[in-house]
Nanobody, 124 residues
Framework: QVQLVESGGGLVQAGGSLRLSCAAS????????MGWFRQAPGKEREVVAA????????YYADSVKGRFNISRDNAKNAVYLHMNSLKPDDTAVYYC?????????????????WGQGTQVTVSS
């Protein structure tokens, strides 16, 4: 079992930045690839970014490329999402997720563990 707790969400003006954190506990964190997803009101949950278990490989959705950065600190059992140049369209609940295995995973239903989510609201 892996427990995930997100933090760092909030209200920010367009063009601003936020850093989301996801603290993991339970099983060996380094055995898990991690992902960040988001769900906006009335929309399906979508992948935002993902990272391999050693952090060497990353994936970004086209909508966030060049603005968001995913990283992990395996010594701290944490994964981060640095969000820059935020837009109102980035408003959503952001979730981190974990999947056992080495590789980047972008498919939602392959992830085994999920956090409770953190709200990000970007005002125009």
């Amino acid at each position: 079992q892996v427990q995930l707790v997100e933090s760092g969400g909030g209200l920010v003006q367009a063009g601003g930045s936020l850093r989301l954190s996801c603290a993991a506990s339970g099983r060996t964190f380094t055995n898990y690839a991690m992902g960040w997803f988001r769900q906006a009101p009335g929309k399906e949950r979508e992948v935002v970014a993902a990272i391999s278990w050693r952090g060497r490989t990353t994936y970004y959705a086209d909508s966030v490329k060049g603005r968001f950065n995913i990283s992990r600190d395996n010594a701290k059992n944490a994964v981060y999402l640095h969000m820059n140049s935020l837009k109102p369209d980035d408003t959503a609940v952001y979730y981190c997720a974990a999947k056992r295995g080495p590789s980047v995973v972008t498919t939602e239903n392959l992830y085994e563990y999920w956090g409770q989510g953190t709200q990000v609201t970007v005002s125009s």
